[in-house]
């Protein structure tokens, strides 16, 4: 459904799916590790335009690298490649999910934040609830209300695939490790960039569920991003209702498709 002459390069996240985990966890970490990747099947000395379309985790990689390759990120640099956009889909800046505590009904809702990292604990927990229990749980208390919708959710055993993996001892240590780093690290690293004033500075689509992370905060979306991007002209800002939840790839891959289309094809470069 995306461009047939766009290649197209979509990895596990490092931990998850059949990847093996990284020693550190940091997005930036994450993201230079798939870029790597993906430089060593490009052709050498050249320089390559990217697009990074990410959800949720994806998505805050994405950011994480647009805004370190701008800045100059030296380990960015050496890969001689050139983000050109960003899609975010369904996530708000890191800070401000923290931020969130103050609404209990939020705190609630968002309550794996805290707990993933807490991740000893944590992952002992999930083993003993069982992995694959634990994440098709959370699929489902993330996932919209529209019961058509839901089937393509769920088409091609999705939910048991994802399952799955997280019977695996790795990967399971790797998600709360991910989110660890996600309390930690990352959230350092976002609030030097808003002290420092380096934002996204490339088009910028935010797409989501305006019925799920529409409704988190006391603020839109698109106010809550506004601060983190250069100009707000550089800002594509989408939506979706029918009762779409957290997953809008899979619960509307067709207006997902749509969206990222015509964002594209605004893109130049």
Known sequence: MLPAHIPIFCPDLPGYGQSAALSEHTKLDFGIAILKALRSILPDNKTISLILIGHDRGARIAHRLQVSSSAGELRLKELNL???????????????????????????????????????????????????????????????????????????????????????????????????????????????????????????????????????????????????????????EIGLVDGIGHFVAEEAADETADALLKWIKKIKG
């Open 82 to 236: 050139n983000i050109i956009g960003i899609a975010l889909l369904d996530i708000l800046p890191t800070t401000l999910m923290w931020s969130l505590g103050a609404d209990a009904s939020t705190q609630v809702g968002s309550f794996h934040w805290p707990f993933l990292a807490n991740v000893e604990l944590a992952t002992e927990m999930i083993k003993a609830y069982g992995g694959g229990k634990w994440v098709q749980k959370m699929i489902m208390r993330w996932a919209g209300s529209n019961e058509k919708r839901l089937v393509k959710l769920k088409s091609g055993d999705a939910l048991n695939v994802y399952g799955s993996f997280f019977e695996k001892d790795s990967v399971l240590h790797a998600s709360c490790k991910d989110y660890e780093a996600g309390a930690s690290l990352d959230v350092k690293a976002q609030v030097e960039d808003q002290e420092g004033g380096r934002k996204i500075n490339v088009p910028v689509l935010l797409l989501y569920g305006k019925e799920y992370l529409g409704a988190k905060a006391n603020v839109t979306v698109l106010d809550a991003w506004v601060g983190w991007i250069k100009d707000q002209s550089l800002i594509t």
